[in-house]
């Protein structure tokens, strides 16, 4: 156990003087004991503490796109392309270089906990690693190695999108790397269970229902466990709405509601077009909003998120807000330290 000592420290909203805590092993905070005297087994910090951010949605191999977006005015399906690019050069070993490095500006930045959204789960070509789990282990030893908390959450990506009628498409070349069967994703979320524990917990994802058709949500609910945390992307885009509208006849998250669990919404953007308030026809969701106002270096439509996503159905009990920066807040430069690896220059796209 470590024993800490702080000058200063915000607890319950209030700044506290000499503030003792005690840490297990694991990490885990188990004593704050304000206006504890120093004794000569504390470890002595000094100014003011705070306790640490958690990242609630990150990305790690989109740390590749710095500096490389929003060129000429692109827009996202633009941007979309680059990513793929980016998404099609790396291994696990260049995984674990540049997850490493982008968990470490986290920690720099004051942010000890993240959940990665993970979906890049096989070659290029789309064969599966073995293990199949390989990228996830990359993800893993880098977090375990800088010293965050890394809840992975393993995302199932299992159709190349939706057109403009609501049809299933196939997965395209760039696409590969993502793509898997339910029952490949089920398979691999089982052998996932063998890389958790101290800092790192598995979590459960549905890309969008763009990637994932709703008929497969029960399986894919069924194999997560129940204390596991599930999220989504849902109304990332207008485009998204308005495919999965066509699919579906509702709102993503009316799709979502139908199909029952607890998610944390990523993005929940406002329905397009609005739709009138109602309640979903079976409300069997907890759908719990992790609003993302920057998306790497490009700002969000600007709205109301607690006003209009009513309008979608479902209702958002905890509104958590999470941002993914295009650097630390400490400006570092990416040469120095463990991040040297990760220079742009080993990851031309």
């Given at each position: 156990?470590t024993?800490?000592?702080?000058e200063?420290a915000?607890?319950d909203g209030?700044?506290?003087?000499?503030?003792?805590v005690?840490?297990?092993?694991?990490?885990?905070?188990?004593?704050?004991?304000?206006?504890?005297?120093?004794?000569?087994?504390?470890?002595?910090?000094?100014?003011l503490?705070?306790?640490?951010?958690?990242?609630?949605?990150?990305?790690?191999?989109h740390?590749?796109?710095?500096?490389r977006?929003?060129?000429?005015g692109?827009?996202f399906?633009a941007?979309?392309?680059?990513?793929?690019r980016?998404?099609?050069?790396?291994?696990?070993?260049?995984?674990?270089s540049l997850a490493?490095?982008?968990f470490a500006?986290?920690l720099e930045a004051?942010?000890?906990?993240?959940?990665?959204?993970?979906?890049?789960?096989?070659?290029?070509?789309?064969?599966?690693?073995a293990?199949?789990?390989?990228?996830?282990?990359?993800?893993?030893?880098a977090?375990?190695?800088?010293?965050i908390?890394?809840t992975?959450?393993?995302?199932?990506?299992?159709?190349g999108?939706?057109d403009?009628h609501?049809?299933?498409?196939?997965?395209?070349d760039a696409?590969r790397?993502?793509l898997?069967?339910a029952?490949?994703?089920?398979?691999?979320?089982?052998?996932l269970a063998?890389i958790t524990?101290?800092?790192?917990r598995?979590?459960?994802?549905?890309?969008?229902?763009?990637?994932?058709?709703p008929?497969?949500?029960?399986?894919?609910l069924?194999?997560?466990?129940?204390d596991?945390?599930?999220h989504?992307?849902?109304s990332?885009?207008?485009a998204e709405n308005a495919?999965?509208?066509?699919a579906?006849?509702?709102s993503p998250?009316?799709?979502?509601?139908r199909?029952?669990?607890a998610?944390?919404?990523i993005?929940?953007?406002?329905?397009?077009?609005?739709?009138?308030?109602?309640?979903?026809?079976?409300?069997?969701?907890?759908?719990?909003?992790?609003?993302?106002?920057v998306?790497?270096a490009?700002?969000?439509?600007?709205?109301?998120?607690?006003?209009?996503?009513?309008r979608?159905?479902?209702?958002t009990?905890?509104?958590?807000?999470?941002?993914?920066r295009?650097?630390?807040?400490?400006r570092?430069?990416?040469t120095?330290?463990p991040?040297?690896?990760c220079?742009?220059?080993?990851?031309?796209?």
């Amino acid at each position: 156990m470590t024993r800490l000592h702080l000058e200063n420290a915000l607890v319950d909203g209030k700044v506290l003087a000499d503030v003792a805590v005690d840490v297990d092993a694991d990490g885990r905070i188990t004593a704050v004991s304000p206006g504890t005297a120093r004794t000569a087994d504390h470890v002595a910090l000094d100014g003011l503490a705070l306790p640490g951010f958690a990242n609630a949605h990150s990305h790690a191999f989109h740390r590749l796109l710095r500096g490389r977006t929003d060129a000429d005015g692109d827009d996202f399906w633009a941007w979309r392309d680059l990513m793929y690019r980016a998404a099609g050069r790396l291994d696990p070993d260049r995984y674990h270089s540049l997850a490493r490095a982008l968990f470490a500006e986290l920690l720099e930045a004051g942010y000890t906990a993240v959940g990665e959204f993970h979906y890049l789960h096989r070659r290029p070509d789309g064969a599966a690693y073995a293990p199949h789990g390989a990228m996830a282990q990359a993800l893993a030893d880098a977090a375990r190695g800088v010293g965050i908390r890394l809840t992975l959450l393993h995302t199932a990506y299992l159709r190349g999108g939706l057109d403009e009628h609501g049809n299933p498409l196939t997965g395209s070349d760039a696409q590969r790397p993502f793509l898997d069967t339910a029952r490949e994703w089920r398979d691999r979320h089982e052998e996932l269970a063998a890389i958790t524990g101290p800092l790192v917990r598995r979590g459960a994802a549905l890309h969008s229902l763009r990637a994932v058709d709703p008929a497969d949500l029960p399986a894919l609910l069924e194999a997560a466990d129940s204390d596991e945390p599930l999220h989504a992307h849902v109304s990332e885009q207008p485009a998204e709405n308005a495919q999965v509208g066509a699919a579906y006849g509702a709102s993503p998250v009316e799709v979502l509601a139908r199909a029952g669990g607890a998610v944390a919404a990523i993005h929940r953007g406002p329905c397009d077009p609005p739709q009138p308030r109602r309640r979903p026809p079976a409300r069997r969701i907890r759908l719990d909003g992790v609003h993302v106002p920057v998306n790497g270096a490009r700002p969000r439509r600007r709205h109301r998120p607690r006003a209009r996503t009513g309008r979608c159905g479902g209702r958002t009990r905890r509104w958590l807000r999470s941002t993914r920066r295009r650097r630390p807040v400490r400006r570092v430069p990416p040469t120095r330290g463990p991040r040297a690896p990760c220079h742009r220059a080993a990851f031309a796209l």
